[in-house]
Nanobody, 118 residues
């Protein structure tokens, strides 16, 4: 079982930046892709960025060119640099292991709230 602790959220004006961090415990981190998910008010949780164990990345169209996901395998930490934030980026951000999310084999951390004001 992997434990996940997200941090770095906050209130920011549109156009601003935030950097989220996710500390993961458990041996599964280094051998698996990691993802950042977002749950906007009244909407389902969605995957916005993913990074493989080797560092390949992909992004949801809504954040492409503005968000950058990275990982530090030595520290068991994954990051999400968010630039040019928009009000529609508001939500609770979570990290997790996409393959475990897909197979419903994981639980969620507390997430970190991001609020972008217009």
């Amino acid at each position: 079982q992997v434990q996940l602790v997200e941090s770095g959220g906050g209130l920011v004006q549109a156009g601003g930046s935030l950097r989220l961090s996710c500390a993961a415990s458990g041996s599964i981190f280094n051998s698996n892709a990691m993802g950042w998910y977002r749950q906007a008010p009244g909407k389902q949780r969605e995957l916005v960025a993913r990074i493989t164990s080797g560092g390949s990345t992909n992004y949801a169209d809504s954040v492409k060119g503005r968000f950058t996901i990275s990982r530090d395998n030595a520290q068991n930490t994954v990051y999400l640099q968010m630039n040019s934030l928009k009000p529609e980026d508001t939500g609770v951000y979570y990290c997790n292991v996409p393959v475990l999310v897909f197979t419903r084999s994981t639980s969620w951390g507390q997430g970190t709230q991001v609020t972008v004001s217009s």
